[in-house]
């Protein structure tokens, strides 16, 4: 057991820092541990074994609520990816865990047959089968790490709230970077595209109609995505509809509405018909995407959703976009 890596409870600049860079999506692919088997404190073979992933913010959230336990942390190859998606893609599965268990002998690294697994992984780890594979019997602990001592304490057996998932606004609101840069590269693109095609007029083009015209358009662009992924996220129970698109398409229009109030969108009927679109499309997709974040939906839902949603999404942005830059010569 020389080669097993000690692990600290305590997070260090670096982590807080990495931490934060992952929050706003910087370097998020990258942002893994390796695999393998990880010493917490001073275990020895009664010590307790958690499963995590290798999505190194939740494998830092589960060290650090182990502070003052000896345990040991089975790290699954999930390929970067959080327990509770990976689960849903399968990586955090019984295969994945059975191959762990052998792979790093654990029958001899521990005397008891027990495993932990995080509750948010359940769907992806059949207890039965890792039981039948490896011995080891599948305790599913708590859904937030920091209930951990509680769970011990309470004979390892989970309550009613260490099993709820409350999804409260701060919980939203510290997804909400993520969102905003997951089409970063298009921030800039698109924008830039709106700006120059709104020097476009009858006569031929206009640098001054770019700078009058294109500012305006810009800012509404923003506006439906901050709709979708900001304003959705933040307002989520009390929006009406099931579907985050249709909740998006409603923030966007009530947006589209106030710009409409101060002028924002044009004078002509056919540029304000055409903004609505954009809008409309724009925030509904930007909330839509909020769903693998969301413990709202489903993976069925969400399947089911992208396949009517989608083509509808696509189909109002472009007729909206066309609209837009046929006005650009009426």
């Known amino acids: ?26 370097g998020r692919m990258d942002y893994k541990v390796m695999p393998g088997l990880y010493a917490v404190g001073n275990p020895d073979k009664d010590a307790d074994v958690y499963i995590s992933c290798n999505f190194k913010l939740s494998f830092d959230i589960l060290r650090r609520a182990l502070k003052g336990l000896n ?3 089975l790290v699954l190859d999930t390929k970067g990816i959080n327990v509770w998606c990976a689960a849903g893609k399968g990586t955090f ?52 790490a920091d209930d951990i001592p509680a769970f011990i304490a309470n004979g390892y057996k989970t309550t009613p709230e ?22 970063k590269y298009y921030l800039i693109l698109i924008p830039a595209i709106f700006f120059i095609l709104s020097g476009l007029h009858a006569d031929g083009f206009s640098v001054d109609s770019s700078w009058s015209n294109g500012g305006r358009a810009i800012f509404n662009l923003c506006v439906a995505y901050l709709s979708g992924c900001v304003l959705t996220p933040i307002l989520l129970p009390i929006i009406p509809f ?17 710009l409409l109030y101060f002028n924002f969108l044009g004078t002509n009927i056919f540029e304000i018909i055409s903004w609505f679109l954009l809008i409309g499309g724009i925030s509904s997709f930007m909330a839509m995407n909020f769903t693998g974040a969301s413990t709202f939906t489903s993976l069925s839902g969400v399947q089911k959703e992208m396949k009517i949603s989608l083509p509808v999404q696509i189909c109002g942005t472009v007729l909206g976009f066309i609209g837009w830059l046929i006005t650009r010569f009426i």
């Open 162 to 183: 260490m099993r709820k998932i409350n999804f409260n606004l701060w919980e939203r609101a510290k997804l909400i970077p993520v969102e905003l840069f997951y089409a």
């Open 71 to 73: 345990a040991w942390i």
């Open 93 to 144: 599965g019984t295969q994945e865990l059975a191959f762990r268990i052998k792979e790093h002998q654990l029958d001899k690294v521990v005397n008891h047959k027990k495993v932990i697994v995080p509750q948010l992984g359940a769907t992806g780890v059949s207890a039965y089968k890792i039981k039948e594979e490896t011995g080891f019997k599948v305790i599913y602990g708590p859904v937030k």
């Open 1 to 26: 057991m020389s080669n097993i890596q000690q692990v600290s409870t305590e997070w260090s600049n670096k982590d807080l820092l990495s931490a934060i860079k992952v929050r706003w999506s910087i």
């Open 242 to 258: 099931k579907r985050f698109s249709l909740k998006g398409v409603m923030i966007g229009w009530l947006m589209a509405i106030l």
